[in-house]
């Protein structure tokens, strides 16, 4: 037995160094085979060596396509590249999905990288969504004639979900650290950039949504 274990060395090492590795890569191929076949029957298309790459990376595949599942059922447009990202940069990607399924059913303009965004700088967009929706529901008294005051009202929820760049507004407060922007949906704070400080009334335009940050800048009239 030592001769032979003698003669045989190199070969047993490789063997009790590549068995625990192939188990492993065996295992890995079989899951992902099986998350694979059940995305298939269910019309989502993801290769095995797809989700074998993003099990290495440490996503949790079985939730992705969990959530795609639920994306393909309701006839969303959910690209699995970029839910990994977001779940790769510390996202929640169900809560997201979750606010696309809401944003849907009350016909609310809001993107999967919005949604991303939003969810990113630690908002929750299923909440937006529901503020949006409360907001919509609220019956506002009549303006002019002494009743109220002659202004949009602040509507930031909806203002914010359907804010993008080029869309247009008015100057309605002169900003401090913000502004108070109107816009056709109701009024909301945002960051000015301006070389000169503008005046209430003066057009804006805005340039980038980040999250819930939108800036504007002066627009050419």
């Known amino acids: 037995m030592s001769e032979f274990l003698a003669d045989n060395w190199l070969w047993l090492t490789f063997v009790l160094i590549a068995t625990p590795l192939v188990t492993t890569a065996g295992l890995m191929w079989l899951r992902a085979w099986l998350l694979c076949l059940?995305?298939?029957?269910?019309?989502?298309?993801i290769g095995i060596t797809e989700l074998m790459l993003m099990h290495l990376r440490r996503i949790d595949t079985t939730l992705l396509v969990n959530q795609l599942l639920v994306?393909?059922?309701?006839?969303l447009e959910v690209g699995?590249?970029?839910l990994a990202a977001h779940h790769l940069?510390?996202?929640?990607?169900?809560?997201v999905v979750a606010a696309l399924l809401s944003a849907k059913r009350f016909a609310i303009p809001l993107t999967l990288e919005r949604a991303c965004a939003v969810d990113l700088v630690g908002q929750d967009p299923l909440q937006l969504i529901g503020d949006a929706v409360?907001?919509?529901?609220?019956?506002?008294?009549?303006t002019g004639g002494g009743l109220a005051p002659d202004r949009a009202p602040v509507n930031p929820a909806t203002v914010l979900l359907q804010a993008a760049p080029g869309t247009a507004g008015t100057i309605t407060d002169p900003p401090r650290m913000t502004a108070r922007v109107r816009f056709p949906q109701g009024e909301l704070d945002v960051v000015v950039r301006s070389r000169t400080v503008p005046n209430a009334g003066?057009?804006?335009?805005?340039?980038?949504v980040d999250g819930i940050t939108v800036t504007v800048e002066p627009a050419l009239v």
């Not at 940069?89 to 809560?95: E, K, L, M, T, W």
């Open 202 to 208: 003066d057009p804006v335009r805005v340039t980038i």
């Open 71 to 75: 994306a393909k059922q309701n006839n």
């Open 89 to 95: 940069a510390g996202g929640n990607i169900r809560v």
């Open 80 to 82: 699995a590249d970029l």
């Open 38 to 45: 059940s995305a298939w029957m269910k019309g989502v298309h």
């Open 134 to 142: 409360h907001e919509a529901s609220k019956i506002h008294p009549p």
